[in-house]
């Protein structure tokens, strides 16, 4: 951790001779702060003021006070030690942010894979891990009652000494592969290389309203459990899905009112390659966002490396603070998965994985290294109106996602899938919007939901200058009652300058709705996309509709 050591310096005065600060030679002194430059302030204990302002784009130096009962006021700009002034209160404390973990490399996680006893945690520390992850499960009252996997784990496919099931004397469960939470939770702290816990939430849907109850009920155990004996590092919570979405929000609105707030992170990791869907989901609840996916590594290995590019990529736009992978066992996808940006790399191999990381360049994270905190996602200041088109009955609507200011929708793509004869047709998947300035240069693209099936169009764009979306309709198929549903089979959008455009993948089902357009002067600048989530074995429909903030060109 960033400066934990706070030690007593003496401040001296002589009559009105201004006070000498001391400095500790690790750039804190007490009694002292610096004017102005506020950048942002966090109620954290004093010993995590350096930290907190680390993990804050910008901060350069703080000031701690007992104010409302111990708050970190982080500043911004270029400073020295000279630019500090004493206070008369001795209780806090000033600091320069300089004692960053090294520069050169990466930082990466090595995750240990399933380390549900306390002898695994110690192995795997051992084998180079500086990451655990582990399950958790709840009783009938909702709170948390013991780590452990359950049958089905890793330990099926285990091979070679290095695999973690040795440790776990390849059991999924039972007294080598499981522990008492409360024990856990304080062996986990006593290690001081940990830089980064998982707890794998193994709920369901139904447990119906105990998710919520089992949310809110982890943060104080593990406040009590983890951090407070000693844990230096961050905690990641984790559920599978959507469907148990609700554990993970209770959890997060929890997080907010613990004095370790800022070192809990969030997500949803298994559901495929939605990188989008997840952060939508995430977004209005905690910017302590990440974002995980994978699958186990016994059975039929897929590839995920498009959703890790879009993490790494969606981490330089502020929407995530770290991503991972699990389960990688195997050398050469660990060298692809790294390659393809991701941060943490959970795996039962956890030697193998630390030469290959080390190997490429990349450092292992400290405790003290930061999770970048997410932006938030705010409503641009110029939408006049938002327009909704005619849509399908299914599904929910996304969070809206927005061009940068001063741009404004040029083009779109579409995803569909093809007609496939007797099986589930769900035609329109998603939707992608092109973003450019005034004088027709492209900027970006934004989308708030990948969608499941189909492929994606060519873009096709309005033409030329000071030409944009500003109208939009889809081909929609009404409901079919006990047939096959498609809902949306096709999008198209007017342009203020010239006529309408339409992508080339569209499918022939349904008939178009009515042109809703963007008052003048206005065009489409954000959207949301109103999608019907997985049947699984009932009837898919994808993509249903969308809606458009329209704002002042």
Not at 257 to 263: F, K, P
Not at 271 to 280: F, I, Q, S, W
Request: charged share 20%; glycine share 10%; proline share 3%.
């Amino acid at each position: 951790m960033i400066f934990t050591e706070i030690f007593t310096i003496i401040i001296s005065c002589f009559g009105l001779v201004t006070c000498k600060i001391h400095w500790n030679g690790k750039n804190l002194a007490h009694g002292c702060d610096f004017r102005g430059n506020d950048l942002s302030n966090a109620r954290v204990p004093g010993h995590e003021c350096g930290e907190k302002c680390a993990q804050t784009n910008g901060c350069t130096h703080f000031t701690w006070t007992k104010f409302n009962g111990g708050t970190c006021w982080m500043k911004k700009g270029s400073v020295s030690k000279d630019n500090a002034f004493t206070i008369g209160d001795k209780s806090a404390v000033c600091g320069l942010l300089d004692r960053l973990p090294p520069k050169h490399g990466r930082p990466f996680y090595i995750i240990a894979h399933m380390a549900n006893s306390k002898a695994a945690v110690d192995w795997a520390v051992k084998q180079g891990a500086n990451a655990i992850e582990c399950d958790i499960h709840f009783d009938g009252n909702e709170k948390p009652s013991r780590i452990e996997h359950g049958p089905g784990c890793d330990c099926g496919c285990a091979q070679g000494n290095g695999h973690i099931c040795v440790v776990l004397q390849r059991q999924c469960a039972g007294p080598k592969a499981s522990e008492n939470p409360a024990a856990y939770m304080q062996h986990i702290a006593s290690h001081d290389g940990i830089a980064l816990y998982f707890l794998d939430s193994k709920v369901h849907t139904s447990m119906g309203e105990a998710l919520v109850k089992a949310g809110k009920a982890l943060i104080p155990f593990m406040d009590k459990n983890l951090f407070d004996h000693g844990y230096k590092g961050k905690v990641v919570i984790s559920s599978a899905s959507f469907s148990t979405f609700a554990y993970v929000q209770a959890a997060a609105i929890a997080a907010n009112y613990s004095r370790y707030a800022h070192r809990y992170f969030f997500t949803i990791d298994q559901e495929g390659e939605n990188y989008a869907g997840v952060m939508n989901k995430l977004t209005p609840y905690t910017n302590n966002r990440v974002y995980g996916t994978g699958q186990g590594a016994c059975g039929e290995v897929s590839n995920y490396y498009a959703a890790i590019k879009a993490a790494a990529a969606g981490k330089k736009h502020g929407e995530n603070g770290m991503n991972y992978i699990y389960t990688v066992d195997q050398k050469l996808a660990m060298q692809e998965y790294i390659n393809a940006g991701v941060e943490g790399i959970m795996t039962n191999q956890i030697a193998l994985a630390k030469t290959v990381a080390t190997s490429m360049g990349l450092r292992l994270a400290l405790p003290g290294d930061p999770i970048p905190i997410s932006r938030e996602r705010r409503k641009r200041h110029d939408v006049l109106q938002t327009v909704e088109p005619e849509s399908a009955p299914w599904g929910e609507f996304t969070n809206m996602v927005y061009c940068d200011a001063n741009t404004w929708a040029i083009g779109f793509r579409q995803r569909v899938e093809a007609s496939c004869g007797d099986c589930d047709d769900t035609a329109l998947n998603a939707l992608e919007l092109l973003c450019g300035k005034k004088d027709g240069t492209y900027v970006k693209s934004i989308s708030p939901h990948n969608g499941f099936w189909g492929d994606w169009s060519d873009a096709v764009r309005c033409p030329g200058r000071n030409n944009f979306l500003n109208g939009v309709s889809f081909k929609i198929e009404e409901s079919q009652e006990k047939g096959d549903d498609t809902a949306v089979n096709d999008g198209k959008f007017a342009c203020t300058r010239s006529s309408e455009i339409v992508a080339s993948n569209g499918t022939p089902r349904g008939s178009w709705k009515s042109m809703k357009n963007c008052p003048r002067s206005t065009a489409i600048c954000g959207f949301s996309l109103k999608i019907e989530n997985v049947q699984h074995e009932n009837d898919d429909t994808a993509a249903n509709g969308a809606k458009f903030d329209c704002c002042a060109l």
